[in-house]
C-alpha cells in the first residue's frame, strides 16, 4: 500500500496523500528523479523524505520507493484531464424529495466495461477523482471499481448517504485503500426527519451507524448537512450529532431543479437560505475535469450534459470536442442575454438554463427576482 502518490497534474509534478490538505509542487527534474529511483528499485531521497515528514508527519527516507509511493507516468494521449468525476450508478436505497435526478434507473456498464473507464481515465491523468452515484456505495461493483482506481494512484472521493459505511467489506476496502475524503450527506436529527425526507424507513439508523463505524476506524468523513425546510428546526441537533461523533461537517441549502429541468425539488428549498451562494468566478469544467454517467458518457459536469461523448465507443480521443462543447453552453443565452448584472451572477450558465428549463420563481437564482436585504 503506498503511502503518497507523486504525479504530473496538467503542467505540474505534485506529491499528495491521501486524507491531507497538504501538497507539494515539484520541479520536473526532482519528479525526474523520483521516477528513475523507482524504475530502478532505488529507495526515497533525503529531500522527499525530510519534505514528507513536515508535510505528512510521516517517515519514509531511505524506504524502498515502490513500497511507500506511486509515481504516475505522464500521460501519453493527445487529451489529458486532471480530474473526473463518476456517476457508477443513478439507482439509490433512498427516495429524497430534493434529489437532482428526476430518475434514478439501477443500471450502468457490466464491470469489465467499468475497469476498462478507468484505466482510461488513468491515462489520460485523472489523479482527483469522485465517485457518486446515486448511492454508489449500492453497486455491485463498487469495490473492484473503486480498487482498480486506487491501485491507478487517484485521489479518490466519495459522496454517499452513508447507508452502507458500516459493511464490514466496505469499511476493509476503505482502511486498505484509504480513500482522500468520504462525504456522508445528512438528512436530519431523528429518525422521524431523516425518514420522511428520504421517503426511506431506517434511512437515519442506517445512515447514523454508518458514520459511527467509519469514525470508529479513522476514515477521513465529512459530513454535508442538507438544510431543507423540513429538519431546518433540527439544524442545531444535527450539528451536535457530527460534532460528538469528532466529524467536520459543512452546511448545504441551495436545492436545484432536477438536471432535466423540473421544479418539484424547491418545495422543500428554505426561503431564507435562497440566493445565499457565492459569486460564480468561472469554472474549468470540460478543459481540466470531466462527468461520466453509468453508462461512459462523458459530459463537462454533472449539470452541463450537453451532447455526451461515448467514451467506451469513441476512446478518450472523444473528448478532443469536449472543450468546445463546454464553452457552446457556458453563453448567456435566452434571458441571460447582454445581463447587467453578470459580474455578480452568483449561478453558472448551465445551471441557470436548469432553472429556467423549471421556470423556477427568478428569486431562487437570479439577482433580478432578489428583494434588496433590509
Known amino acids: 500500500m503506498y503511502q503518497a502518490i507523486v504525479s504530473p497534474q496538467e503542467d505540474k509534478f505534485i506529491a499528495v496523500r491521501a486524507g491531507q490538505q497538504a501538497a507539494m509542487q515539484l520541479p520536473s527534474a526532482f519528479y525526474a528523479e523520483l521516477a528513475d529511483l523507482t524504475d530502478s528499485d532505488g529507495v526515497v531521497p533525503d529531500w522527499f523524505g525530510d519534505a514528507a515528514r513536515q508535510a505528512w508527519g510521516i517517515e519514509l527516507a531511505d524506504l524502498p520507493i515502490r513500497d511507500v509511493l506511486m509515481v504516475r507516468a505522464p500521460s501519453v494521449l493527445p487529451v489529458t484531464y486532471s480530474r473526473a468525476s463518476w456517476e457508477i450508478n443513478k439507482g439509490c436505497n433512498f427516495s429524497c424529495e430534493h434529489c437532482y435526478l428526476e430518475q434514478r434507473p439501477f443500471a450502468g456498464l457490466p464491470l469489465p466495461e467499468k475497469l476498462r473507464l478507468l484505466d482510461m481515465l488513468r491515462d489520460m491523468g485523472v489523479i482527483w477523482f469522485e465517485i457518486t452515484g446515486g448511492e454508489p456505495l449500492i453497486d455491485q461493483d463498487f469495490v473492484p471499481a473503486y480498487q482498480r482506481a486506487y491501485a491507478a494512484g487517484m485521489m479518490m472521493e466519495i459522496l454517499t448517504n452513508g447507508s452502507r459505511l458500516y459493511r464490514d467489506e466496505l469499511l476493509q476496502t476503505f482502511v486498505v485503500n484509504p480513500p482522500h475524503k468520504i462525504t456522508v450527506s445528512m438528512y436530519g436529527a431523528?429518525?422521524?426527519?431523516?425518514?420522511?425526507?428520504?421517503?426511506?424507513?431506517?434511512?437515519?439508523?442506517?445512515?447514523?451507524?454508518?458514520?459511527?463505524?467509519?469514525?470508529?476506524?479513522?476514515?477521513?468523513?465529512?459530513?454535508?448537512?442538507?438544510?431543507?425546510?423540513?429538519?431546518?428546526?433540527?439544524?442545531?441537533?444535527?450539528?451536535?450529532?457530527?460534532?460528538?461523533?469528532?466529524?467536520?461537517?459543512?452546511?448545504?441549502?441551495?436545492?436545484?431543479?432536477?438536471?432535466?429541468?423540473?421544479?418539484?425539488?424547491?418545495?422543500?428549498?428554505?426561503?431564507g437560505l435562497i440566493g445565499k451562494s457565492e459569486v460564480f468566478q468561472g469554472c474549468p469544467a470540460g478543459h481540466t475535469s470531466f462527468h461520466v454517467d453509468p453508462n461512459g458518457f462523458a459530459t463537462m459536469c454533472k449539470v452541463g450534459r450537453d451532447n455526451p461523448i461515448s467514451l467506451i465507443a469513441e476512446s478518450p480521443q472523444g473528448l478532443m470536442r469536449l472543450p468546445a462543447i463546454a464553452d457552446a453552453q457556458m453563453l448567456r443565452t435566452g434571458g441571460c442575454s447582454g445581463c447587467k448584472l453578470s459580474a455578480t451572477c452568483r449561478v453558472c450558465r448551465p445551471m441557470a438554463r436548469v432553472y429556467q428549463e423549471a421556470k423556477a420563481p427568478l428569486n431562487h437564482y437570479c439577482q433580478h427576482g432578489m428583494k434588496e436585504e433590509p
Open 190 to 271: 431523528s429518525p422521524e426527519t431523516a425518514d420522511a425526507l428520504t421517503q426511506t424507513r431506517g434511512a437515519f439508523k442506517s445512515a447514523y451507524r454508518g458514520m459511527v463505524a467509519a469514525a470508529g476506524v479513522g476514515l477521513p468523513v465529512e459530513v454535508t448537512l442538507i438544510i431543507t425546510k423540513h429538519n431546518v428546526e433540527e439544524l442545531g441537533e444535527m450539528r451536535a450529532i457530527v460534532r460528538d461523533l469528532g466529524l467536520p461537517f459543512k452546511e448545504y441549502g441551495s436545492i436545484s431543479p432536477t438536471y432535466t429541468g423540473k421544479g418539484t425539488t424547491l418545495a422543500t428549498q428554505v426561503p
